[in-house]
């Protein structure tokens, strides 16, 4: 149903018929799976990145000026590209490594590319805001340097890491829909081929909906994790 030919009432309650969430639960799973991965990549690549600019940084622990520059340059070059930019720019290495440049699959590459710089300027952030006073104390103690990063600085910084880990999930949901547009599938391909290229408005409109509550899970269960830690902690 479009809106340029019925009442908005009439199209939002058709949104939740069946027929239409027909449509929208497989885009769901798509979705879902393309996040999934993704964001299982952007962890550990970001985690990585971040902690080489963390032990490179000149008040890190092992600070090393011109690789944290280049690092930290090439890291903001990629932040500075449009998502759409870098999706397009991702498409040569997708059709090498899958054999077409669409589809899921590719679509979480190019996701991943995309949300790793980000990740790791979080991490990078909040591995440097632990407490000098306590990493002298592990250091006086006789601990190496990654004991102090294990020991230490990420048990330090696990809240924050978590709300930042949920804010990246968050901009990958987004990334998958904007994926969409490129035969990613997904809730952003129906979005695209119903609700603009078809005017099907009740149908964009579920998948509105479904992106939402997607959204709204990952926040809330990030800051469960979160208070969880905190509260173990004793902070709150």
Known sequence: MSLLKYPLWEVVAHSFSADVWSV??????????????ASLIMLVGGILVGLALMLTNPNGLLPVKPV???????INILRSLPEMVM?????????LLFGQSYGSNSCIIAVSACCIPFYARIV??????????AIDAARSMGSTNAQIVFGVIIPETLPSLTRGFTTAII??????????MFGAGGL????????????????LLAAVYALLVIVSVV????????????????LV
Request: proline letters at 2%; hydrophobic letters at 50%; aromatic letters at 6%.
């Open 24 to 37: 929208i639960i497989p885009a769901i799973g798509e979705t879902l799976y393309m996040a999934l991965l």
């Open 68 to 74: 944290h520059a280049v690092v930290g340059t090439f």
């Open 124 to 133: 990078e952030s909040s591995l440097l805001e632990v407490d000098r006073g």
């Open 171 to 180: 901009s990958v949901i987004s990334m998958t829909a904007l994926s969409g």
């Open 188 to 203: 952003g391909d129906i979005a695209v081929r119903f609700g603009y290229q078809r005017f099907q408005h009740d149908v």
């Open 87 to 95: 999706i397009i720019l991702m498409i040569p290495v997708t059709q």
């Open 219 to 234: 926040q809330i269960a990030g800051n469960v994790c979160s208070r969880a830690e905190l509260r173990r902690r004793a």
